[in-house]
């Protein structure tokens, strides 16, 4: 199967709607280089080259790689679902070959490579879906000299940008975004079980990654979990990465509709 990155790059790169490359054109970006961080350090640093830009140009090469940055998370999103799947299949064929003693009503699980992938591909999943929301959406490092920062707040286009704060807010409103402290808990202190803890094998030989109950707030400690559910981080994992997956395609949707008139292609 053809990854979704590429199919997304050559949208963003090669777009059947317009003559160059989606967010090539200016019109998509507020051109004042003050709303981004960085952009004193770049005026500086192109000083120090000899090179002078306007401030129209600043902003500009501050904005115009903004899409494609998210594209890039959600391809790692991609490349980390696909590890959770080839060690689900790998897992599978282990408990085909070796039984499953859980039909006889034995508690039954694995702890070989394959799980030990499956956990640190799950944890990638979570941190590659945070990604996708901070490329979109973020505080900046200074809160004192600047606003929110990302895609979201370089958009130019009103009409564009409230498509896609409709687009992100479904995205934070789902799985993505109500998974956020367990993200943060995986990312800042530990992963949710030990990855040599294995995973768990049903009576029909079905695999289960346990994972615990969506924290509501911040949780800094494995005891504040609750495991209330049968939570399978497998299923989980596909839930995330379908909300990433449809999230990116409605936001090349939104840029391709708002491709600026003069670089549309013509329709024959």
């Known amino acids: 199967m053809r990854p979704r990155f590429s199919d997304w790059f050559q949208r963003v790169n090669f777009p059947s709607t317009s003559k160059v490359g989606?967010?090539?054109?200016?019109?998509?970006?507020?051109?004042?280089?003050?709303?981004?961080?960085?952009w004193q350090q770049l005026?500086?640093?192109?000083a120090a080259l000899g090179r002078k830009k306007t401030k129209r140009e600043l902003a500009y090469d501050l904005a115009n790689h903004l899409l494609e940055d998210v594209i890039v998370a959600a391809g790692g999103a991609e490349r980390a679902i696909t590890r959770l799947r080839a060690s689900h299949t790998e897992l599978l064929r282990v408990v085909a070959e070796h039984?499953?003693?859980?039909e006889q009503g034995i508690?039954?699980?694995?702890s070989d490579t394959?799980?030990?992938?499956?956990w640190y591909a799950f944890a990638d999943l979570l941190s590659w879906s945070?990604?996708?929301?901070?490329?979109?959406?973020?505080r900046p490092a200074n809160s004192k000299n600047f606003g929110r920062q990302g895609l979201l707040h370089a958009i130019k286009p009103k009409r564009l940008r409230s498509r896609c704060v409709r687009l992100f807010d479904t995205l934070k409103d789902g799985p993505v975004g109500k998974s956020r402290p367990l993200i943060n808990f995986v990312l800042h202190s530990a992963l949710v079980r030990h990855?040599?803890?294995?995973?768990?094998?049903?009576?029909?030989g079905e695999i289960s990654l346990p994972i615990p109950d969506l924290p509501g707030s911040s949780v800094s400690h494995w005891y504040?979990?609750?495991?209330?559910?049968?939570?399978?981080?497998f299923a989980f994992g596909e839930t995330l990465w379908s909300s990433i997956e449809s999230f990116v395609d409605q936001l090349l949707v939104a840029f391709e509709d708002a491709t600026p008139k003069r670089l549309r292609k013509r329709v024959s």
């Open 195 to 204: 990855p040599v803890t294995g995973v768990n094998v049903g009576v029909s």
């Open 99 to 102: 039984g499953n003693q859980a």
């Open 22 to 38: 989606l967010g090539f054109a200016g019109e998509y970006w507020n051109a004042r280089p003050e709303l981004y961080e960085g």
């Open 43 to 46: 005026r500086e640093r192109l």
């Open 107 to 110: 508690p039954f699980g694995i």
């Open 114 to 118: 394959a799980s030990i992938d499956a």
């Open 130 to 138: 945070r990604i996708v929301i901070e490329r979109v959406d973020r």
């Open 224 to 233: 504040l979990l609750t495991w209330t559910g049968d939570q399978d981080g």
